[in-house]
């Protein structure tokens, strides 16, 4: 029997726990699995919320990535500079060519920062490690002031993180007693203070009851730097002490050079099969997708679940799984001991309307869940 290849362009969160759940299902006599990515550690993204204050030892959240995948899994340490659909085959570093029989992109997407004028150097984030820990020690020297916190633009990675950042930015300045001496304001691109609506009334009445001021349909264009406002295209200016902006987001220059995405940099992938047009396969999963509802570790699983169930069926037998259902299931943080889970599907929006102690401890603990389970394709 021919061996079939199965090539994973990625090694963050998609394509880890999809390389590891297929290694788990498939009879490995017929089926090859090789991880294609740069990253010699993993880094547990969610942390970045923690981390500015000192809620997380970031050490906790990196492991090594050839530690965290099934030793039958082939990796080839490199980036992949081109992708060709039509003769199945990827390059990496520009010398090495790979041949598939299925191509799982899973590269993620990546910050562009420079999209907005006046960004580097004046505006602080905690979308990366390096980052976190600059903000981490910005915030210890922050003694009182005006503190702006948003996005520049949608999509972002984890919707819901520059509001959970904000609900422990103003525990951490009470905790600090310096919140009577400091303002929150929250910007939102669009006319509520979160994209699912079923959440934004509640996030909304959080915000007033701690004082955290909003501005709505706020597309940040530009930081004038010298005056020290955040200026937007609507025609808004909010001035600031300390600017926190989680930066434009992009999804891989290699993905638009291979004719799978526009400049933007998303695939454009089938909703419930997440297939790149009518080739059967080629696949998308995690932040590299088009889809509505992706940008969290929590779809890219889900998907990562269905896509290996499906390649297992075809290749070693097995049931063929039911098209992706869209699930998401995000842990986030409402303040100090409260947490609101958003679990949803294609079609079925989250409850969002209460916060508990247990969401709370979930999204706290999920590091451990996601490093010794979800990431090794036990769940
Ligand atoms: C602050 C923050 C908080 C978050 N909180 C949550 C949360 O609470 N819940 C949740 O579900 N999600 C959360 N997320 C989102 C979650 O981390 C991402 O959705 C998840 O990492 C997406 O996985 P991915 O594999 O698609 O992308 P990534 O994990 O970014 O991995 C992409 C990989 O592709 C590699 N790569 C890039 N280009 C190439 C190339 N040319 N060749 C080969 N490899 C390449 C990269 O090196 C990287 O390792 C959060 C994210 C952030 C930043």
Redesign the pocket.
Known sequence: MNRKSVVI???????IIFANKLSKITDRKVVDITV????KT?YY??D??FIPFNMRNYRQSVKGTNFLLDHRINRIV????SIDIKNQNVTVNKERTINYDYLII?????LVPEDVPGYKGEAEH???LSD?LHLKSTLENFHGGKIVVGQASIPI??P??PYEFSFLLDDYLRKRGIRDKSEIHYVYPINRVFSIPEAAGYIQELFDERGIEYHTLFNVESIDVEKKKLVSLEGEEVDYDLLVLVPPHKG?A?NTEAGLANELGYIDVDRGKLTFKDYDNVFA????TNLPI????????YEADYLSKKIASETSGGPIPDDWNGE?S???MTGRDKGLTLHFFYGRPPLGSFSSPIDYLL?LS?ADAYFTTMLRGAV
């Open positions: 362009v990625g090694d963050g969160a998609a394509g294609i990515g740069p990253k993993h993204k969610p970045g919320i490199g980036e992949v500079t899973a590269n993620g997407d990546r905690f979308y990366e976190a990675q984890c819901p993180a891989q290699v999963i995690g932040d590299a992706s940008k969290a570790g929590s779809a890219a699983h998401v995000c842990f986030t999204k999920s």
